[in-house]
Nanobody
Framework: QVHLVESGGGLAQPGDSLTLSCAAS????????MGWFRQAPGTEREFVAA??????EYAGSVLGRFTISRDNAKNVVYLRMSNLQSEDAAEYYC???????????????????WGQGTQVAVSS
């Protein structure tokens, strides 16, 4: 059974940093593309970042502020978020994909498995 469990969310002030973690089980982690998506109330779930074995992709809104990384030995993917802004507040979801082509990594339909999410709030 596949489990993706996110952690690390919380309340941050503008300009703060947070690191999210996603622990995976029940999958062959090093064969999967891992992605982070987010969803604010009343909006569509949107792509944040994804990482394969040799490359990563970022949404333009987080490029230069967020960093995705993975530890294949621990089956964990991370999202380091820096200089948080109010527009970053959302529920953040981890997801796993078999997608081969990077052009598909931004599409949530490419992901077969999802976590339950972790909430990130940004407020002064």
């Amino acid at each position: 059974q596949v489990h993706l469990v996110e952690s690390g969310g919380g309340l941050a002030q503008p300009g703060d940093s947070l690191t999210l973690s996603c622990a995976a089980s029940g999958i062959t982690f090093n064969e999967r593309v891992m992605g982070w998506f987010r969803q604010a109330p009343g909006t569509e779930r949107e792509f944040v970042a994804a990482i394969g074995q040799f490359s990563a992709e970022y949404a333009g809104s987080v490029l230069g502020r967020f960093t995705i990384s993975r530890d294949n030995a621990k089956n964990v993917v991370y999202l380091r978020m820096s200089n948080l802004q109010s527009e970053d507040a959302a529920e953040y979801y981890c997801a796993a994909s078999y997608a081969i082509f990077e052009t598909t990594w931004r599409d949530k339909r490419s992901y077969e498995n999802w976590g339950q999410g972790t909430q990130v709030a940004v407020s002064s």
